[in-house]
T-cell receptor
Framework: DGGITQSPKYLFRKEGQNVTLSCEQN?????MYWYRQDPGQGLRLIYY???????QKGDIAEGYSVSREKKESFPLTVTSAQKNPTAFYLC????????????FGDGTRLSIL | GESVGLHLPTLSVQEGDNSIINCAYS??????FIWYKQESGKGPQFIID?????DKRQGQRVTVLLNKTVKHLSLQIAATQPGDSAVYFC????????????????FGKGTHLIIQP
């Protein structure tokens, strides 16, 4: 989606290193999400945030951290505690209201050096 | 349809034919469902959605059918075109999501649609 920008498109992590993936949106959507996608798999929820300064763990939050200091931004940090970080990471947003679909950015592919 | 494992189910259709992609969802309490299309190296793109109080919804060249009795969704694509080649995911939303909460969606593993010329 044009209104959701993920950067960088490709990222490499060394052993023991933390890396941060950026997600910025100009859609004025309230809720933001991070998903992880492994080859041949569906998306799994890492973290989500409904409002600024509030976020909740998803199904696979271990080894990850997030912040939501601004409505427009929801960065994801992949920490050294995440032992298998190689994956495609997708950020999504959703407007307030009933039965609204999530809209996705074009992802960041993270690999281990 | 959806399956467990590392290999995506694949559906191969001739250009111009209709495609039907199936999905079994897991939570009988889910009351909002979405189909997404994902092209290689990109994020999922919204196609169509349906609420649980409906059993059919039509869009442009696409139709979604919902059978709550057997927890089954299908996506029908009419007159399939080369640009329809992609992986298609169904997603289900729990009641809290469809009521406005920020819970995440639960995604199936996807079906790879291949268009034969």
């Amino acid at each position: 989606d044009g209104g959701i920008t993920q950067s960088p498109k490709y990222l490499f992590r060394k052993e023991g290193q933390n890396v941060t993936l950026s997600c910025e949106q100009n859609l004025n959507h309230d809720a933001m999400y991070w998903y992880r996608q492994d080859p041949g798999q569906g998306l799994r929820l890492i973290y989500y945030s409904q409002i600024v300064n509030d976020f909740q763990k998803g199904d696979i939050a271990e080894g990850y951290s997030v912040s939501r200091e601004k409505k427009e931004s929801f960065p994801l940090t992949v920490t050294s505690a995440q032992k298998n970080p190689t994956a495609f990471y997708l950020c999504a947003t959703r407007p307030w209201g009933r039965n609204q679909p999530q809209h996705f950015g074009d992802g960041t592919r993270l690999s281990i050096l | 349809g959806e399956s467990v494992g590392l290999h995506l189910p694949t559906l191969s259709v001739q250009e111009g034919d209709n495609s039907i992609i199936n999905c079994a969802y897991s939570n009988s309490a889910s009351d909002y469902f979405i189909w997404y299309k994902q092209e290689s190296g990109k994020g999922p793109q919204f196609i169509i959605d349906i609420r649980s109080n409906m059993d059919k919804r039509q869009g442009q060249r696409v139709t979604v059918l919902l059978n709550k009795t057997v927890k089954h969704l299908s996506l029908q694509i009419a007159a399939t075109q080369p640009g329809d080649s992609a992986v298609y995911f169904c997603a289900e939303a729990p009641p809290m999501y469809s009521g406005g909460g920020a819970d995440g969606l639960t995604f199936g593993k996807g079906t790879h649609l291949i268009i034969q010329p």
